[in-house]
DNA sequence: CGGGATCCTTCACGATACTG
DNA sequence: CAGTATCGTGAAGGATCCCG
């Protein structure tokens, strides 16, 4: 590591470039959601709860997720306090991990968020599939209000 | 535009890199949330809701936001449907965005993470700051289960 | 006024190789 | 087994200029 955390954008507040994103905790959090991998793991780690799960085995229910990506959003997780790692300090080591509280209560709204997708995401493909082929005749418009 | 849409990323599922990123609705979702202005603009607009706002009005109340990327954000939510764009054919022209129902139903989940964002992003933030710092003693450990 | 077209920088992410 | 280190790429996003 240079300068930054390897799992984050800019966790040191009062550095450079802080006055453009000035405190939205909705966009920090979402800098962190948004990232490929964590909603995905955070769910597996969910579902899995109040269980933990060794690394390798949340490499095997997270299909295509690389060993440094699974690597760098556990310890974002972890510094973020939604992850708990739990080392056993065993000759091959065995490191587990689970949700803390922190990271149970924010698998709610992204349940609602996962809810909302599969509700809703056929729709948004249908409207952009229509976007895209504008060869048609007409009238057919994408689900307004 | 060379290839892809200018507001996404592969919008044409078949194409090529599909089997890798399956078919998961909540990762499309959250790489259109995820992208850095659209979570606002959609709240800015839910504000405004069912009222419409122009595009400098919009650039207004979104700070820090430049006109190129309001431009793509709004390509992309008219794209998916979520907002409706109106063109009054004045001699200025006066363009009007506002959401459509998709777009308003979107705004509950995401009102939901907002919140969970602006209740306990204060404590990540404090993790993350105890983990920058192992210079203390000890027994501080971040807010575990 | 409401964009479009370009250029450029930064960063997320993937692949690969090595380690304790 | 559970990572770390390094390299390379594509895409997000900011700045700037121009247009109807």
Same mark, same amino acid.
């Given at each position: 590591?240079?300068?930054?955390?390897?799992?984050?954008? @800019?966790? +040191?507040?009062?550095?450079? #470039?802080?006055?453009?994103?000035? &405190?939205?905790? /909705?966009? $920090?959090? =979402?800098? %962190?959601?948004?990232?490929?991998?964590?909603?995905?793991?955070?769910?597996?780690?969910?579902?899995?709860?109040?269980?933990?799960?060794?690394?390798? @085995?949340? +490499?095997?229910?997270?299909? #295509?997720?690389?060993?440094?990506? &699974?690597?760098? /959003?556990? $310890?974002? =997780?972890? %510094?973020?306090?939604?992850?708990?790692?739990?080392?056993?300090?065993?000759?091959?080591?065995?490191?587990?991990?689970?949700?803390?509280?922190?990271?149970?209560?924010?698998?709610?709204?992204?349940?609602?968020?996962?809810?909302?997708?599969?509700?809703?995401?056929?729709?948004?493909? %249908?409207?952009?599939?229509?976007?895209?082929?504008?060869?048609?005749?007409?009238?057919?418009?994408?689900?307004?209000?």
């Amino acid at each position: 590591m240079t300068t930054s955390a390897p799992g984050g954008r @800019e966790r +040191r507040p009062g550095r450079r #470039g802080d006055l453009l994103d000035p &405190l939205c905790p /909705t966009r $920090q959090l =979402l800098d %962190r959601v948004g990232t490929k991998w964590t909603s995905m793991t955070v769910k597996v780690l969910a579902e899995a709860a109040p269980g933990e799960l060794r690394f390798a @085995e949340l +490499r095997r229910r997270i299909p #295509g997720i690389s060993q440094k990506m &699974l690597s760098v /959003t556990l $310890q974002s =997780l972890v %510094r973020d306090g939604l992850v708990a790692r739990r080392v056993e300090p065993t000759v091959p080591p065995a490191v587990h991990y689970r949700l803390t509280a922190l990271g149970l209560s924010l698998e709610t709204p992204l349940a609602a968020l996962r809810d909302w997708a599969e509700t809703h995401m056929p729709e948004i493909d %249908r409207n952009n599939r229509l976007a895209d082929e504008p060869a048609s005749g007409q009238g057919a418009r994408p689900t307004e209000s």
